[in-house]
């Protein structure tokens, strides 16, 4: 502030002190000071300078124009649906924030126009809500929104063009560059320490090489996603957090509060996050338990009501490329549809006791089994393929209490495995039956066969690209591993492997070989066989005490064992094994808690670039077993680093000094008047009588041999 400025606030505080007192005294109004300015006097100081602070406050036409967004290609209705029209609108829209007002503008005949303006309390909520942008109410409609100011800014644009400033480049990590290992290392993420540690690991043959590290990185067991490009840790305060890249630097972060689960669709696209609620969420309110994010902006696309968790996890059974995924509900299963969210033809389907639906992982078909009631057998149906929701096949199943559904990983089978009883008083199971889809070709119909056993089946699983199923049947202890063969005509018992007291199996995952277990018994086991199914030998038998979870490598090179703290309180450490059975590592971590590989997407190649490459291989098998040769040296690999830097130094140095040698040629010639000494030596290697044969010898070493010592006389 000047000292003009103050001048003239202390003279007009004193006339106003003046003017004050004659009031108080009885002046009359004729006797009043004049107050104002002089003819010559310029006033210098702005409004901006006196009221800077209720300026800043006034309303500008922006702030409003900002809050407002213009919803495009809503139906056009009468003046008694206007009111239902605006319930659907504000249902969809109140959920980014509080609408203050709306206006749906009426032509002549008093029906709407066709499109609405909806108001925010803050420009906040306006931008949000763009991400309705393309939302598909019906057949007919599919929303338009927009910010009202964009109108205005595009309204105004001048006729001139000026090209854009370029942004300054920002270079961005590659998240795929763990796919480019030269040696094809896979890598693993281990948690450990009760939960409070996350360590990151390259698998190599000697030791596992440690790539990132840190305490406390996440409150719950890291997850990967489905095809290995991102690392989801859990934040009870902050929500759920993506890495990725080299370095694992922090992507993006998805608020959700005390998250406990989440999920990945298969494409990687969206992100499915859950939270419990303590209090019930009235239905006025934004639902906050099931959220569903956008990965790639970070926006939540939509939200859902689950107090309790009462279904498997996930909740959400998205299709095999990302554009469907359906939710079991009490007798109706929804299924919806991105990017839109919305429900599939605005319909869901209704089956009465419908009790577990699954995708196809190679097709848009969904599988769903209804249990019986009273006089209604259970049933078996195949829907789609989507958006038709038509049978594809369906299958009544008589006297089952319950069911297990398995789809083969290519979409070739599908397994249903029934517990059947004989008596409806009792409901005694007393067999099991495996019912078999033929999906191969959706051409004709769709084949079903049936194995039936009288002995409990344990576990089940198919074996990934190739056609057999095995199974683990029988009372524990005394179990057997038999394993079907899917043939063209029939199903095949190829062999059972009788009295081999196991209650797990998994595949490796290029198929063929198969190991047994039997971690899931209550006692301490850890037993694991490895068969190979071609002619249904067991290769090797080995153990690990107390094991508690086996786990393939995404490449089906390596399987590790592990023992969870979670289980035992001792010996917790993780094993390495190779898919013939051979240990290769023995890694003990204290409070181990759980091992996760990091999966790979699918390869790119042909069936016909992958037969051509197996039948090459013996070419670069040299070059492997060379390359294993040197990884199982007992140098470290900064020694080996080192070599291999002096090898190419030393390299250069010969390539240079040939280099020299022929540039320095004319000189040599020069100073042997023209004789060129390189020719001279060619010739005489030519010339094999320019040779003397000779013969040299030299001593190497004397011996002397006693063959026979006198005796003294």
Known sequence: MTS???????????????????????????????????????????????????????????DVNDSVIVVDNVPQVKQDRHEKLKNVIYKLFSKYGTISSDHFPFDDQGVTKGFAFICYANSQSAREALVVNGHKLDKNHTFAVNLFSDFEKFANLTEEWMAPEADPFQEQDDLHAWRLDEDCCDQYVVTSERGCRTSIYRSTLNKPELLHEKPRWSDAPAQWSPLGTFLATFHHNKGVILWGGQDFRRLHRFGHTNVQMLDFSPCETYLVTFSPQVHPVLPSEEPKSLIIWNIQSGAKTRSFHCEQLTSPWPVFKWCFDGKLFARLTTDTISIYETPSMGLLDRKSIRLADVKEIAWSPAGKILACWVSENQDTPAKVTLFGPFPC?????????FNVTNCTMCWHPQGWYFCVKADRYTSKKTKKITSYNLELFRLASLESSVPVELVELKEDIISFEWEPHGHKLAIVHGEEPRTSVSVYEMR???????????????????????????????????SMGGVLDYVDTVDMTTTNAVEHFMATDIDWDPTGRYLTSSVSYQRHKVDNAYWLWSFQGKLLQRNAVNEFISLQWRPRPPTLLIEADIKEIKKSLKIYQKQFEAKDRLTQTKASKELIEKRSSMMDRYHKWQKQLVENWRQQQPQRKDLRGGLDPDEVDNEDDEDEDNYDEGVLEFLVREEVLIIQQREAE
């Not at 929701?389 to 199943?397: A, G, M, P, T, V």
Request: net charge negative; proline share 4%; glycine share 4%.
């Open 4 to 62: 003009r400025t103050r001048e003239r606030r202390s003279t007009r505080g004193s006339e106003s002190e003046e003017l004050a007192s004659s009031l108080h005294n009885g002046i009359d109004d004729d006797e009043m000071p004049d107050f104002s300015d002089a003819e010559n006097y310029t006033d210098n100081i702005s409004d901006g300078d006196l009221l800077a602070d209720l300026l800043r406050q006034k309303p500008r036409p922006s």
């Open 389 to 397: 929701r038509d049978e594809l096949r369906s299958k009544q199943l």
């Open 488 to 522: 063209s005509d029939k199903v095949v018992l190829m062999k059972t492997l009788e009295k081999r007291a196991m209650n797990y199996l998994t595949w490796c995952p290029r198929g063929q070989f198969l190991v047994v277990s039997n971690i899931h018994s209550a």
